[in-house]
């Protein structure tokens, strides 16, 4: 079974910090790109930060550069994206997401074949 679970959302004040965690059960998770996306309400979902499985190379949509930061731990299957100086428009829900053993990092929904529900991030004034 497949599976991709997403935590540490909660409620936070602008400027403050939160670290969302996914941990996945799931076939050679280190060879596979994870992904961040987000969804805000009434709005559709976009790409946040992307890891890829060779090199430690990272990405980040330019709304959330410099504040956010991804990063992996393969022996524990887990992707973590650390959420610093946030802002009330980063409130929505927070996915992960696996791609392909072995294929490049994107900010496409459609290249990631694994999802998890979603974690909530709300970012008040």
């Known amino acids: 079974q497949v599976q991709l679970v997403e935590s540490g959302g909660g409620l936070v004040q602008a400027g403050g910090s939160l670290r969302l965690s996914c941990t996945a059960s799931?076939?050679?998770?280190?060879?596979?790109?994870m992904g961040w996306f987000r969804q805000a309400p009434g709005k559709e979902r976009d790409f946040v930060a992307a890891i890829a499985w060779s090199g430690g190379s990272t990405y980040y949509a330019d709304s959330v550069k410099g504040r956010f930061t991804i990063s992996r731990d393969n022996a524990r299957n887990t992707v973590y994206l650390q959420m610093n100086n946030l802002k009330p428009e980063d409130t929505a829900v927070y996915s992960c997401a696996a791609g392909p053993q072995l294929s490049t990092w994107s900010q496409r929904q459609n290249a990631y074949d694994y999802w998890g529900q979603g974690t909530r991030v709300t970012v008040s004034s």
């Open positions: 799931l076939r050679s998770f280190s060879n596979r790109p």
